[in-house]
């Protein structure tokens, strides 16, 4: 009910957390994994867009990655959005309401991906040499996601 409820007020109140910063001026965790489903996987099926979001809270729980969100996606060379270095911006505004609602789901412990314990991803168009250290787990749209068990 919280979830639903939590949709039908993003909805109506047209909120736009593009400019989401803590007292700090720090961007909050739920702006920081929006903002990397949304440039990572926007143009993916929603399992997919839940699979990316769901990499990014993996790495949060693992003992290989920092313990927040905003850390986890901002650490240097991980998600190749980060790498650009002029502003993207938010130019598709119903994939980013969609990229909002995941980030809020599974910040919440809602719904998560069927990707498992996965901690890395890359898209179908690239091979990057990390690759054959994991264990792929799944391919889900344009994505292949890996684990680091070999077991």
Known sequence: MKIFT???????????????KNKAG?????YCLSETIYHESRGEPIPGQFAVGSVVMNRVRSKYYPST?????????????????????I?????????????????????????????DYHS????????????????LGRHIFYTRDKS
């Open 26 to 30: 720090e961007f909050s965790e739920f």
């Open 69 to 89: 969100v905003c850390e986890v996606v901002h650490q240097p060379y991980q998600f190749s959005w980060t790498l650009i270095k002029t502003e993207l911006g």
């Open 6 to 20: 939590f949709f039908i007020v993003m909805l109506i109140s047209g909120i736009d957390t593009a400019q989401a």
């Open 124 to 139: 179908i168009d690239v091979n990057p040499k990390w690759a054959k250290s994991y264990v792929k787990t799944l391919t």
């Open 91 to 119: 130019t598709d505004k119903k994939s980013w309401r969609n990229a909002q609602q995941i980030a809020w789901i599974l910040l919440h412990g809602g719904m998560r991906s069927n990707i498992g314990t996965a901690l």
